[in-house]
C-alpha cells in the first residue's frame, strides 16, 4: 500500500506563522505586532462573512471533474458515531434538512457509520429533494452480519454488495459517488476501479473516487477508470484541481 503523510496542521496555522516569521526577521518587533493585530481581524472578518453566507444559504459550487458540488458539504459520521454519542432518528433528520435548507447540497456518508446507520438517515432526510443534492458513500470494510467490523475488504463481489445495500438505505436509484474509504493491500486497485465502473455501466453509479490512498494508488486506479475525486482527511476542507483528477479535503 502506498503510504502518505500529512502533518497535524491548519494551513492557517501555516501561512499565520510563516507570515510572521518572515515579519519578526525584516520589520521587527512593533512590525510584528501590527502584523499579528491585522491578522485578527482579518480572521474575525472571515469568521463573520462565513456565518452570514451559512445564514443565507447561498454557497458556490465546484466541479470536482464533472461533479458538481456545493463549496460547504456535509458529513455524516457524526451523525452515527465518532465524536459524540449517535444522535436519535428525529434529531438526526432535523439537522441533516437544516443543513439542506441552509443550501448545503453535497451530503457525504458510509456503510460502515453506524454501521448504516448514517445512510439510513440520508435516505430519509433527503427523499423529498433527492435530485436536488448530491450524496456521496463509501465501500471497503469488512462488517459481520452482528455489525462489527473486524477489517478491510474490497473484494468485486463485496463492491457489489455494498453497492445494491446502500442504494436501498439511501432511497435512491444511484449512488452520484461511490468511493473506497481506505485501500485494501489484498484487493488490486485495478480490480476495484474495475468493478465500480461496471456499475458506473449499469447506471447504480455516477463517479469513482479514493479516500486515504497513496499517489501510486490513484495513478493506477486512475489508468484503470477515470477518476473523478480523491479523498483525504487533514485539518483543512476545500476541493482541489490537480493535473488529473479532483482532490476533496475535509477537517
Not at 26 to 52: H, I
Not at 117 to 141: M, N, P
Request: glycine share 6%; charged share 25%.
Amino acid at each position: 500500500m502506498d503510504k502518505h503523510d500529512i502533518k497535524n496542521f491548519t494551513r492557517r496555522d501555516f501561512i499565520i506563522r510563516s507570515s510572521i516569521a518572515g515579519a519578526a526577521i525584516a520589520l521587527g518587533a512593533k512590525a510584528l505586532f501590527s502584523a499579528a493585530t491585522a491578522e485578527a481581524k482579518s480572521v474575525k472578518t472571515s469568521t463573520s462573512a462565513s456565518r452570514a453566507q451559512l445564514t443565507k444559504g447561498d454557497f458556490k459550487t465546484r466541479k470536482l471533474g464533472s461533479l458538481e458540488v456545493t463549496e460547504m458539504g456535509f458529513g455524516c459520521m457524526n451523525l452515527a458515531w465518532a465524536y459524540n454519542a449517535p444522535m436519535d432518528k428525529e434529531s438526526a433528520i432535523r439537522l441533516v434538512r437544516r443543513a439542506y435548507d441552509r443550501g448545503v447540497r453535497f451530503f457525504d456518508s458510509a456503510e460502515v457509520y453506524g454501521p448504516y446507520y448514517s445512510e439510513t438517515i440520508l435516505g430519509e432526510a433527503l427523499a423529498s429533494f433527492r435530485k436536488d443534492v448530491v450524496i456521496a458513500t463509501k465501500f471497503g470494510f469488512d462488517i459481520t452480519s452482528a455489525g462489527e467490523t473486524i477489517g478491510l475488504n474490497s473484494r468485486p463481489e463485496n463492491i457489489r454488495k455494498v453497492a445494491e445495500q446502500s442504494l436501498k438505505r439511501l432511497n435512491t436509484d444511484v449512488i452520484d459517488l461511490f468511493y473506497q474509504h481506505r485501500v485494501d493491500p489484498t484487493v488490486p486497485i485495478e480490480d476495484v476501479a474495475g468493478t465500480v465502473a461496471q456499475l458506473i455501466k449499469e447506471g447504480k453509479v455516477k463517479h469513482f473516487g479514493l479516500s486515504e490512498a497513496g499517489a501510486a494508488t490513484i495513478r493506477r486506479a486512475h489508468k484503470e477508470f477515470l477518476l473523478q475525486l480523491f479523498r483525504m482527511s487533514i485539518p483543512f476542507g476545500h476541493a482541489i484541481r490537480t493535473r488529473r483528477y479532483y482532490l476533496y479535503v475535509r477537517n
